[in-house]
């Protein structure tokens, strides 16, 4: 009971508005509100205004952060930023969760290399001719977290020459990255609008043998504990899934240890570090599938759940942002109260959602979302007066960018090349 108790109270108070705003405000009341002596101070305390700005629950809290990080912002010498000092891969001469998705066809028409998260794109700044690469490609940014306060979302930027499309992982990204900087050109696509649908199959109702689903890493902030507080209440016959990967020093065997706190280890499955093709089957088997976290980034899962035609439960209130493709056709928005009632009527009345039917008719998968991201692309260029003859790559997400068409990563290979040896940028070929 104890342990439970820890569990449940660390996780209130990670979530509590009031702890979080304070959190935030002593960071605030700590910084410095003068201007820093030197790029490597004015980095610093960026950083930790960042922490603020993310910890936040009030709106006008992160204004103060984000005015605060406005104010040391001119102190920073885009060439003299120690990287290394915030982002522990950054030494790496490779960067991966990066696709050329197309060439650099002439001097009026740039190609387009697409990246995954801040912190590779910030490793770009490693280039020999960074300037050079900008002339060539155009980069599109997918953010990993929400809300996107880091050093690299605010530091890159001004060491880039050209404007960044960025795509976002909450709705509210629209308005936030903007006011971090003015070279970001929005567009609302998520990291989980790259699904591919013909990785799945769905299964009929009938060969559905698992009652609750949840792909998710083992970290805290995927709240494992909340299912196996709400499994003491369900049915003993339900058969439960848990699938994912050791996250920040948690494993399967944490994970067992907390169902053990709640009186439920025997009522569980756990695999860990599954092969796709388990991974698929053990989607298109459930009848439902559940993310329980209160906040992070896109969440890819929930997508990928709904093209298995098994519908999704998300809290009403969670701050992520594949949220919104939850409606009455794929998946049930959950209430902290009474979870294993509502999960209870989630998993008898499954039958009745269409979740794949749903986001393939509303274009959510990667074929209709690349030709979105192209049409930005496309509009962008001959508005600015560039030219534009040819379309990006249809781009598919599992678990990195890859290509949907494989005929693609061998006509675009040579740019990857030529990116290395003209650049000094060393980007793996998917």
């Known amino acids: 009971m104890l342990k439970r108790l820890k569990i449940q109270a660390e996780d209130m108070l990670r979530y509590n508005p009031a702890v979080r705003n304070l959190l935030a405000s002593a960071i605030l009341l700590k910084t410095p509100s003068a201007q820093a002596a030197s790029t490597v101070e004015a980095a610093r305390i960026i950083h930790r205004l960042c922490q603020a700005a993310r910890l936040t629950a009030s709106s006008s809290m992160m204004l103060k952060a984000e005015a605060a990080i406005a104010r040391q912002l001119p102190a920073i010498n885009p ?9 522990s891969d950054f030494g790496l001469d490779r960067i991966h969760k990066t696709i050329v998705l197309k060439r650099s066809v002439s001097e009026r028409e740039k190609g387009v290399v697409f990246v995954s998260f801040d912190n590779q794109m910030a490793r770009l700044a490693k280039a020999k001719d960074l300037r050079k690469f900008a002339e060539h490609y155009t980069l599109v940014l997918s953010p990993q977290w929400s809300p996107p306060h880091t050093i690299a979302s605010y530091l890159f930027p001004r060491l ?16 936030i990255f903007p006011r971090i900087s003015d070279k970001y050109r929005m567009v609302p696509l998520y990291a989980s609008n790259w699904v591919d649908p013909r990785e799945f199959t769905p299964a009929p109702i ?34 439960v899934l848990l699938v994912g ?65 098994t519908p999704v439960g998300v809290y009403e209130d969670a701050e992520v942002g594949s949220r919104v493709f939850i409606n009455e056709h794929t998946g049930r928005l959950l209430k902290h109260n009474n979870l294993a009632e509502q999960l209870k009527d989630f998993v008898e009345s499954s039958a009745q959602f269409q979740p794949r039917e749903w986001v393939m008719e509303n274009g959510v998968g990667c074929v209709a979302s690349s030709q979105a991201l192209n049409q930005a692309l496309k509009q962008h260029a001959l508005s600015s007066g560039a030219e534009w003859t040819e379309d990006i790559a249809t781009l598919r997400w599992r678990p990195n960018p890859q290509y949907y068409d494989p005929q693609d990563a061998v006509r675009l290979r040579p740019c990857y090349e030529e990116i290395e040896r003209s650049c000094g940028i060393d980007i793996a070929l998917p």
């Open 206 to 239: 009938v060969e559905k043998n698992i009652e609750i689903f949840m792909l998710a890493n083992f970290a805290k902030y995927k709240r494992h504990h909340a299912l196996f507080a709400a499994l003491r209440e369900l049915p003993r016959n339900y058969r």
């Open 160 to 175: 880039y020459p050209d404007p960044i499309f960025c795509l976002i992982s909450n709705p509210r990204d629209l308005g």
């Open 79 to 87: 060439e003299q930023v120690p990287w290394t000092e915030f982002l």
């Open 245 to 309: 990967q050791r996250e920040r020093g948690r494993d399967r065997d944490t994970l067992l240890s907390e169902a053990a706190a709640f009186g439920v280890r025997d009522r569980i499955e756990i695999r860990e570090n599954v092969s796709d093709e388990e991974l698929h089957n053990s989607f298109v088997r459930a009848k439902t599938s559940l993310i329980l976290s209160r906040r992070e980034g896109s969440c890819v899962a929930v997508v990928e759940s709904m093209f298995a035609n």
